[in-house]
Nanobody, 117 residues
């Protein structure tokens, strides 16, 4: 089992920045992928960015160059630095953990990010 605890959401004006954090605990594998997804009201959940324990980070086209995903030194926490925020970025943001080679994934509880138009 892996537990994910997110923090850092909130209300920010267009053009502003926020930093989301996700701390993982439990049975952490050395080969994993930690990602951020988001789900806007009435829309499907979409992948925003992924951090691979081995490999480069990846980003959705809609956030590339504005959002940056990173990990702490131990690799058990993942962060999403969100810059130049737009109203279209308004959503609930979820942290996701996946152990490579398995079909099991874990989700955080979600944190709301609101950018008013």
């Amino acid at each position: 089992q892996v537990q994910l605890v997110e923090s850092g959401g909130g209300l920010v004006q267009p053009g502003g920045s926020l930093r989301l954090s996700c701390a993982a605990s439990g049975s952490i594998s050395s080969r994993n992928v930690m990602s951020w997804y988001r789900q806007a009201s009435g829309k499907e959940r979409e992948l925003v960015a992924s951090s691979f324990s081995r490999g480069p980070n990846t980003y959705a086209a809609s956030v590339e160059g504005r959002f940056f995903i990173s990990r702490d030194g131990a690799g058990n926490s993942v962060f999403l630095q969100m810059n130049s925020l737009e109203p279209e970025d308004t959503a609930v943001y979820f942290c996701n953990y996946w152990t490579v080679g398995t079909i099991t994934e874990y989700w955080g509880q979600g944190t709301q990010v609101t950018v008013p138009s």
